[in-house]
């Protein structure tokens, strides 16, 4: 990039970080000479004290939390590409971090991972003999068709397991086929209607 200001007006303190300076109180643009003798001095200024401007930072993330984050989200909406650009070269360089950052949030939402798992597996199904799926969430059929058995209109509890291993688990919800795959029902919303784990078992391929 050329240099903005004319040759006559480079001075002799241009190419320092005094010349750089002085063009930033004086208000004019930087000649390259002082961009460039800036750039070096910032590289060996965020060698020598990096830890102490990282620990600052990460500091200041922690204090303004929310602003930080909607800082973020805005950023990333404005520039979709360089985001996910800069995801994908954070996990080239941190695969062992990002390993690591998965595991912990699957720990942290074992729900949400098993009930992940269990929509992939309907759509495999459903994919396999070619019967139509749609892409949704346990959540989505639960606010569209409520949280009462279809089969037997009794009250479905949310919060009892989902395991048929677990004791309790023939209250809990279970997300049914009203017309059932293996008879040429689709994964779709319009397709499936909640239910309590026992009452789906039961009518099994019905």
């Not at 240099?3 to 930033?24: E, F, N, Q, V, W």
């Not at 677990?166 to 059932?180: R, S």
């Amino acid at each position: 990039m050329k240099s903005l200001l004319k040759p006559d007006k480079i001075k002799a303190s241009c190419g320092t970080t005094a010349g750089y300076i002085r063009h930033r109180k004086q208000g004019e643009p930087y000649c390259d000479p002082c961009k460039q003798a800036n750039s070096i001095y910032m590289k060996a200024y965020r060698k020598k004290r990096g830890d102490e401007l990282k620990a600052k930072k990460r500091a200041y993330q922690q204090a303004n939390k929310i602003q930080e984050n909607n800082r973020a989200k805005e950023w990333r909406k404005a520039n979709p590409e360089r985001a996910r650009q800069a995801v994908r070269e954070w996990v080239q360089k941190f695969p062992e971090r990002k390993k690591e950052a998965d595991r912990n949030w699957a720990k942290a939402n074992i729900e949400t991972v098993r009930s992940n798992s269990r929509r992939s597996h309907h759509r495999r199904r459903a994919r396999k003999v070619k019967n139509g799926f749609q892409i949704y969430t346990e959540q989505q059929v639960l606010d569209l068709y409520g949280a009462c058995c279809h089969i037997c209109n009794q009250a479905i509890d949310l919060s009892a397991p989902r395991s048929c291993k677990q004791n309790g688990w023939e209250k809990g919800l279970q997300i049914d086929h009203v017309i059932p795959i293996a008879r040429g029902g689709s994964d779709s919303l319009d397709n499936v209607r909640p239910s309590h784990g026992l009452c789906n078992i039961k009518k099994g391929a019905k």
